[in-house]
């Protein structure tokens, strides 16, 4: 007998909040025994659960199902193995089995197939009424309301096949499959259908919302929470990579912070600009590269005599032997020296601002004429570079030239 569990709006978070933390960091192929994991729902879910004693909420076994109310706000990102996932939408239920083999029992929901390139490709097999579909690569809509069925294929890149009765057909990008009494009609999707699709079935922006709302309130528990399953689902949002920045901030990890808002400058240039994001971060990153420095030189016997990290290579700023008018084109010579390099493969370039600070506080500490030389080599070692690179420019005036 299955064990209905129905869990209400108010507490689901809660379920979510332990399980989502613990998991985020692992691979559901490699550290789940389960067959799919729940990453965010959003309004009221009920899951059924086949195993009366299976205690983790957000894994789900062969046998379970999850099924959403008819709230507009109801909806569940779940995960799959091999980087595939489906977001299931308002008034839908879904039943699990293995091997990515699911059930669309009622509603509607989109299937995302993005097979890791290490991974054995193993397709989606989506049941739908009488038919099935075997989804390899790409992103397909399925609806199932009252023997109505659909199927809609939104990405160009795809690699899917419907099986049935009448025999195996495959899909091809735009195809619309609407299937009746068993009578199936080939159309193409009609324009912005995907927009909609995604937008009404997807829980980021709902979530969303909701983690705003909460962190206006003051209540940043609850925000928190949030938006670092927001960041789990959907690691490209913007707003969760801003909030959970000010969080770090609060609490003083200006390191993590610089990392929250660095995503954040990079998924959303102009909003990092216009939010004083992109002017703030400089000097926070300035703040972390000197204290990591500091720590660095505390620690320079020891790391200088560790194994320098392999395909390692320190770029020093290249020296001025010119004139001192040519001595601001000496960074853009060396950022055009580190770009070539960080298209080597298997090449790692070390950090650039971070060298450079280094080099100023170690001549702080140094005198005589080889100080730039020693400062250099110095650095290198502590940064543990296996390659070191050190030059000079020289710009002439031809005679006669202005």
Not at 4 to 32: D, E
Not at 239 to 256: M, P, S, W
Request: charge should be neutral; glycine fraction near 8%.
């Amino acid at each position: 007998m299955k064990n209905n569990q129905y869990i209400p709006k108010h507490l689901y978070p809660v379920l979510l909040c332990f399980s989502a933390l613990f998991y985020c960091h692992g691979s559901l192929a490699n550290t789940l025994s389960g067959v799919a994991q729940i990453e965010l729902c959003t309004g009221e879910i009920q899951l059924v659960k086949l195993d009366k004693t299976a205690h983790v909420d957000n894994v789900l076994l062969p046998g379970d199902s999850v099924q959403t109310s008819d709230n507009s706000g109801s909806r569940c990102r779940i995960a799959l193995p091999n980087g595939n996932a489906i977001h299931v939408g308002p008034a839908t239920k879904v039943e699990f089995g293995n091997n990515q083999q699911l059930t669309l029992i009622q509603g509607q929901l989109l299937a995302y197939a993005m097979p890791a390139l290490e991974q054995q490709e193993q397709p989606i097999m989506l049941q739908v009424g009488n038919g099935v579909l075997a989804l390899s690569m790409g992103k397909v809509f399925a609806k199932s309301v009252n023997e109505q069925r659909q199927i809609a294929v939104f990405n160009d890149l795809v690699s899917a096949v419907w099986q049935d009765n009448q025999g195996n057909k495959t899909l091809y990008p735009g195809n619309l499959f609407n299937i009746s009494s068993g009578n199936l009609d080939i159309t193409q999707i009609p324009q912005g259908m995907d927009a909609e699709v995604s937008e009404q079935l997807s829980p980021e922006t709902p979530a969303v919302i909701r983690a705003t709302q909460a962190f206006k309130n003051r209540d940043l528990a609850t925000s928190g929470t949030l938006f670092k399953q927001i960041q789990h689902a959907f690691p490209y949002n913007a707003a969760a990579a801003y909030h959970l920045g000010l969080f770090e901030l609060k609490d003083n990890k200006v390191a993590e912070a610089v990392v929250q808002w660095k995503n954040y400058a990079e998924i959303d240039p102009e909003g990092a600009q216009k939010s004083g994001v992109t002017k703030q971060l400089t000097l926070m990153n300035t703040k972390v590269i000197r204290d990591e420095v500091k720590v660095l030189i505390a620690k320079e016997k020891t790391l200088s005599q560790e194994q320098p990290e392999p395909n390692s290579i320190a770029v020093h700023p290249l020296i001025n032997k010119g004139a001192e008018r040519y001595q601001p084109i000496g960074k853009g010579l060396t950022a055009f020296v580190i770009s070539d390099l960080m298209k080597v493969p298997g090449l790692k370039v070390l950090e650039r601002e971070k060298l450079q600070t280094l080099i100023d506080e170690i001549k702080l500490s140094e005198s005589g004429g080889l100080v730039e030389k020693n400062s250099r080599v110095r650095a290198g070692r502590i940064m543990r570079a296996e390659k070191l690179m050190i030059g000079d420019y020289l710009i002439e005036s031809s005679k006669g030239a202005q």
